[in-house]
């Protein structure tokens, strides 16, 4: 796989466009190690949860994004759902990135917790939220979630939770996005 390290001014971060879902789709399809879910599934995520969506903007092309949403019953929740990046883009700091423009989304004002699942050995993933929850000088707790029994399907891994925080809005500042 070839790394490429493109200049972080040339990489845009912003919310999805509604026509934007079958893009993120393909992201997400291009990982290879995502959950991937229908597109008419990234496609309604990008018409109606944009306000807590980011997508990586490269040459016209989406490389990258972080979707999520609101907890409905905990509004102080931020839950981030999938973070994804072109393979040859991973690797120089562009997940740090999505996450902080996640958190600065403004379906994201006056939230104070991070949530996140993630599978046992997705070490890429979790050094990630352990690297965010270091800059913003928070707790990062790691809890049971789903067992892989929980899943009907065969083969599906566990997902621990990973909470991070309290953070408080001037906290987002150490974040470069
Ligand atoms: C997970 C993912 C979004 C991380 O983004 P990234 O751009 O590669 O990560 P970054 O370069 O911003 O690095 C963030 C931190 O993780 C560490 N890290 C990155 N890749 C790593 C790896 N493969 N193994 C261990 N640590 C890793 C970095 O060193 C950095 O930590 P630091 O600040 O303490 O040095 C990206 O690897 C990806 O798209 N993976 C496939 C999809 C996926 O698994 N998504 C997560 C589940 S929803």
Redesign the pocket.
Known sequence: MIHEEIPDQDIRLRAPRPDEGGAIWEVARD?G??DLNSSYLYMLLARDFADTCVVAEHQDRIV?FASGYRRPRHPEVLFLW????RPA??????????VAAFLRQPGADRASLLE?T?SPD????R??F??IA?ELETDCRVSPCFAAGDFPEPGHEAEELFTIGPYRPGALNRLIS
């Open positions: 990982t190690t995502l990258g999938q973070v994804g990046i883009l991973q690797g120089h700091g562009l997940g740090k990135r999505l996140t993630i997705n070490e890429a993933s050094a990630l352990r690297a270091r």
